[in-house]
């Protein structure tokens, strides 16, 4: 069963932290990496960081390396996006997806999920 389901998310005040959770299903996870991308409305989807999921390599967006840390659970199948000194800027959906890239690019990325949105005042 292919299956995404992001967490986490809420309305917070700048300068606050989230971490957000990304959930994946045993097949789903069997893919390459696991990406974290963001959409504001009317703005193109932004890609933010990515994991491969066998452990190793880790990409980030230039702009996001120092606020924004992706990480992996050992044992669970779900992957972490903790995102410190939040920003008015940084509201967005945020989804993650899986695929066969090893970079942010959202064409990379073939399974996605529902979302969670981050409000940040």
């Known amino acids: 069963h292919v299956q995404l389901v992001e967490s986490g998310g809420g309305s917070v005040q700048a300068g606050g932290s989230l971490r957000l959770s990304c959930a994946a299903s045993r097949h789903t996870y069997n893919n390459k990496y696991i990406g974290w991308f963001r959409q504001a409305p009317g703005k193109e989807r932004e890609g933010l960081a990515a994991?491969?999921?066998?452990?190793?390599?880790?990409y980030y967006a230039d702009s996001m390396r120092d606020r924004f840390t992706i990480s992996q659970a050992s044992t669970n199948y779900t992957v972490y996006l903790q995102m410190n000194r939040l920003k008015p800027e940084d509201t967005a959906m945020y989804y993650c997806a899986a695929g066969y890239g090893g970079s942010v690019h959202p064409d990379a990325y073939n399974y996605w999920g529902q979302g969670t949105q981050v409000t940040v005042s």
């Open positions: 994991i491969a999921t066998a452990g190793g390599s880790i």
